[in-house]
């Protein structure tokens, strides 16, 4: 088995238990909707590093990389402007 096909496997039964976790243990629409992008949208940038790992050239991996770093810190730091707080 290829790497790349082993990678996506290893996400299909990652994101699936989260999904089901989530349906399980959330008992109202609007916290499993929440609960729902999240996953959908980890899974997407999951499955898109994966396909531009293997098929993409390294530079933009590695940018690919650094942006989703930075967005990660910026939302860490400016979590309470963006959402709110105390």
Do not use: C, D, P, W
């Amino acid at each position: 088995m290829k790497t790349q096909a082993l990678l996506y496997y290893i996400g299909a039964f990652i994101f699936a238990g989260l999904s089901i976790l989530t349906l399980l243990q959330l008992h109202e629409a609007k916290y499993q909707m929440e609960a729902g992008i999240f996953i959908v949208t980890a899974a997407v940038i999951y499955y898109g590093m994966v396909t531009l790992y293997f098929k993409g050239t390294r530079k933009m991996f590695l940018v690919a990389n650094t942006l989703l770093a930075i967005v990660a810190l910026a939302g860490i730091f400016f979590n309470s402007f963006i959402f709110g707080g105390h």
